[in-house]
């Protein structure tokens, strides 16, 4: 299957980088537009909301004809409690 591999690695990579420190990905923003998740990624970055890219996860919900593709910018959250 095309991009495959591109995928595993991304979502180990994302597993290595939160491995180490407790927390949780909490959603900040669903949208069925690729050009609206853009927009709200580049804000996000811009305006200092996502310090760190790498703590952003994009999340995509393939669809078919009654449910179309969703995609979901989550960030993770790091436990305070400890």
């Known amino acids: 299957?095309?991009?495959q591999r591109k995928r595993k690695r991304s979502r180990e990579r994302a597993r290595q980088r939160t491995e180490d420190t407790p927390g949780r990905?909490?959603?900040l923003f669903s949208t069925q537009?690729?050009?609206e998740?853009?927009?709200h990624l580049h804000r996000l970055v811009t305006d200092g909301?996502?310090?760190?890219p790498s703590q952003l996860?994009?999340?995509t919900y393939?669809?078919?004809l009654a449910h179309p593709?969703?995609?979901?910018?989550?960030i993770f959250v790091p436990d305070t409690s400890t």
């Open 1 to 3: 299957m095309p991009g």
């Open 25 to 27: 990905w909490e959603p």
């Open 33 to 35: 537009d690729q050009a």
């Open 37 to 39: 998740l853009r927009e």
């Open 49 to 52: 909301t996502a310090k760190d």
């Open 57 to 59: 996860r994009i999340d």
């Open 62 to 64: 393939c669809g078919r």
């Open 69 to 74: 593709s969703t995609y979901r910018i989550s």
